[in-house]
Each structure stands twice: as structure tokens, then as C-alpha cells.
Nanobody
Framework: QVQLVESGGGLVQPGESLRLSCAASGFTFKITPMRWYRQSPGKEREWVALISPTGLTTNYADFVKGRFTISRDNAKNTVYLQMDRLKPEDTAMYYC?????????WGQGTQVTVSS
């Protein structure tokens, strides 16, 4: 079955970095666009970043542009989110997402907390 497993979250101070990973299985990863979303308590889930199947095209929400970088390794069936210059407002549960054969799949999420 399709599985998306995120890892790499944690507690960091403002200005520090984290790298999230999402390991995929159960579908043809190399043809699937992948996305990262996040959700803070009391707020709706919001889109963060997108990467095309080849990795050649990426897109970012304005609030992370210039600080976050999405990438993928199709040989490892893994998508990454490098998060630099983290801010307290980046605190959220981060989820990876893939749409394969018109079905949408989510991981269980990984918590990122930015606090001094």
C-alpha cells in the first residue's frame, strides 16, 4: 500500500535549520509531483512547496520563499525540505503529500517547533 513517512522534525531556535525527509513507497514515485504542507494549531493546513517528478521545477509559498528548498532523490524514493533561517511562525506539523492516479496521499507528519 502507499506509504509516506516523514522524519527530521524537532525543536530549534530561531535562525537555525532543519532538514525534513519523506520516504515514499507503494507507488511510482519518480512520476509523481510531491508537495509539503504544514498545519499549526487552530489554523488550516497550508501548502508550502512543490517539486515536479524530475525535480527540475519547484515552487514555494511566499512565506518560505528564499528560506526553504524542496528537493528529491528518485533513486531513494525520498523528498526533502531544507528549512533555513527558521522563524517562530514556522512552528507547525509538516506533512508530505503526493497525488498518484488521482488519489491523494498524506504522511503522518513531523513536528517542527521554533522557539528560543
Amino acid at each position: 500500500q502507499v506509504q509516506l513517512v516523514e522524519s527530521g522534525g524537532g525543536l530549534v531556535q530561531p535562525g537555525e535549520s532543519l532538514r525534513l525527509s519523506c520516504a515514499a513507497s507503494g507507488f511510482t514515485f519518480k512520476i509523481t509531483p510531491m508537495r509539503w504542507y504544514r498545519q499549526s494549531p487552530g489554523k488550516e493546513r497550508e501548502w508550502v512547496a512543490l517539486i515536479s517528478p524530475t525535480g527540475l521545477t519547484t515552487n514555494y509559498a511566499d512565506f518560505v520563499k528564499g528560506r526553504f528548498t524542496i528537493s528529491r532523490d528518485n533513486a531513494k524514493n525520498t523528498v526533502y525540505l531544507q528549512m533555513d533561517r527558521l522563524k517562530p511562525e514556522d512552528t507547525a506539523m509538516y506533512y508530505c503529500n503526493g497525488v498518484y492516479l488521482a488519489n491523494q496521499y498524506w504522511g503522518q507528519g513531523t513536528q517542527v517547533t521554533v522557539s528560543s
